[in-house]
């Protein structure tokens, strides 16, 4: 499973019909995000768009910087965090976007930690999907511009409930 595939998983730009699986589970049908994150887990599958950008009126943008620091994952955790500042503008601008862009890539590393729980057989998939959910609601408030006051409320009800 790769970094955050429970959440953003986009298809192979080579993939071709052939190459689909007619029988393979559509997590996407799911109504509740929980419900398509813990079928992910268990099943795989590819996103279109990550579930923290979906509906937002930034989608296309947030999307695109999903898609930026993708490269930046299997880099060690100094590197990493460069290349987060880098891919998010934190460290050339002083705009609110690139701060919200940087705080999230910094999320998905705590959403990799679930999911490797998850791969690891630490934890079920539902509870790896209620914690990735958490994750997800903390990142659409951070890119909806919610008081940074209410996110640290959020990240401390998770570290506690998650035992961090």
Same mark, same amino acid.
């Given at each position: ?42 099943? /795989? ?9 979906? /509906? ?24 990493? &965090? ?34 490797? &729980? ?47």
């Amino acid at each position: 499973m790769a970094a955050g595939s429970s959440t953003y998983n986009p298809p192979a730009p080579t993939a071709t019909p052939q190459q689909t699986n007619p029988s393979a589970i559509d997590c996407n049908s799911k109504t509740s995000r929980v419900d398509r994150i813990s079928c992910r887990l268990e099943h /795989g599958g590819e996103v279109s768009v990550p579930e923290a950008c979906k /509906g937002l009126p930034g989608e296309k943008e947030c999307k695109e910087f999903y898609d930026r620091t993708k490269v930046c994952y299997d880099q060690p955790a100094k590197e990493k &965090d460069r290349c987060f500042r880098q891919k998010s503008e934190y460290d050339f601008s002083e705009s609110n976007k690139e701060k919200q862009y940087y705080v999230v890539a910094l999320l998905y590393q705590l959403q990799y930690y679930v999911e490797e &729980d998850y791969k690891n057989g630490k934890m079920s998939s539902e509870q790896a999907a209620s914690f990735i959910e958490d994750i997800v609601k903390m990142k659409r408030d951070i890119l909806s511009g919610k008081a940074y006051a209410s996110i640290r409320s959020m990240l401390s009800a998770y570290r506690n409930r998650r035992g961090t």
